[in-house]
């Protein structure tokens, strides 16, 4: 079984920047995809960036990619996702993901991914 912990949401104006932690367990951690994904009200849950643990590979949303940076640091077992230049529409909760492969996935096949963290909010205002 993989854990992962979510931590870093908040509230921030517009423009401003959050940094989102997952924490893994449970599972070697350099055999996994671990990804971010959100999820606001009325909407199905989207991916938003990926990573290949074993081999730092990512992918980032066209929507975003200009904005969210994607990394991890494997001596804390933990993925982030930097985010900047804020916008309202960045508003919904964030969850981190994984899966049991060494090659991530498509981000839109967010249903292969089997572990799911609690979420964490993150609310932009205007």
């Known amino acids: 079984q993989v854990q992962l912990v979510e931590s870093g949401g908040g509230s921030v104006q517009a423009g401003g920047s959050l940094r989102l932690s997952c924490v893994v367990s449970?599972?070697?951690?350099?055999?996994?995809?671990v990804g971010w994904f959100r999820q606001s009200a009325g909407k199905e849950r989207e991916g938003v960036a990926v990573i290949s643990t074993g081999g730092g590979r990512t992918r980032v949303a066209n929507s975003v990619k200009d904005r969210f940076t994607l990394s991890q640091d494997d001596t804390r077992n933990t993925v982030f996702l930097q985010m900047n230049s804020l916008k309202p529409e960045d508003t919904a909760t964030y969850y981190c993901g994984a899966v049991l492969y060494g090659v991530c996935p498509d981000l839109a096949s967010v249903r292969e991914f089997g572990f799911w963290g609690q979420g964490t909010q993150v609310t932009v205002s205007a």
């Open positions: 449970g599972h070697t951690y350099h055999n996994l995809c």
